[in-house]
Structures are given as structure tokens and as C-alpha cells.
């Protein structure tokens, strides 16, 4: 049951990502991709916000949680995840651990886009 409810905020979040994208690619244009950067600081504030006040204020259920912060923000930005996990390091007092892993996210990631897109190319 679990992963349908996964899924289905999923599906939602992945529309989502694709109209704010395209709507903001509109608005703005291309000159960087403004329209990932948006949903990327959108989705770090609303998993920031909405997981916060289901931790510490509301008594928000589990699967409730699950549709929303797993799901639509999990579809909408990954980034928001990643956000969320290095401020949880930097308030655990791990700060060398929270740097380690942010460089760790870009540059893995940036190597890994790269070599994707070289293999591809072979």
C-alpha cells in the first residue's frame, strides 16, 4: 500500500515539476536552466516547511507524509531531499560530515552526468 501512495504523489510531483519548469522557462528563458532551479529551491523550501511542521507542530500521519514528502516533493526535486538531509547534519553539529556531503553530492553527480553523457556518446 505504501508504494501506491508513493506513487501516486509521485505522479502528481512529476507533473508538477514538468508545468513550473516549463512555465518558468517561459517567463524568463534559458539562459540557465531557471525553470530546475525553481522547482529545486521550491521543493528544498516547501520539504523544508511542510516536514517541519509535521515533526514538530501537526501530528501529520504517516502516510500522509509518505504522499507528500516521499512522493510529490520526491518527483518535484530530489534536491529538496538533499537539502533537507545536510541541514539535519549541520544541526546534528556534523559540519564536516554535512560539507563532506554536499561535495560528495555535486561533484559524484557532476562526474556521473559527465560520464553518462560520454558513454553515450561512444
Known sequence: MK???????????????????????LLVGNIIPFGTL????????ALGYIHTLSVERLSIGGDMRLFIEVGILGAFTTFS??????????????????LLYMFLNLFISLVAAFMGIHFARI
Open 38 to 45: 525553481f522547482v529545486n529551491v521550491v521543493g528544498s523550501f
Open 3 to 25: 508504494i501506491l501512495i508513493v506513487g501516486a504523489g509521485g505522479f502528481v510531483g512529476a507533473i508538477l515539476r514538468y508545468l513550473f519548469s516549463k512555465w518558468i522557462t
Open 81 to 98: 531531499t538533499f537539502s533537507i538531509e545536510t541541514l539535519h547534519l549541520f544541526e546534528d553539529g556534523a559540519y564536516m560530515l554535512a
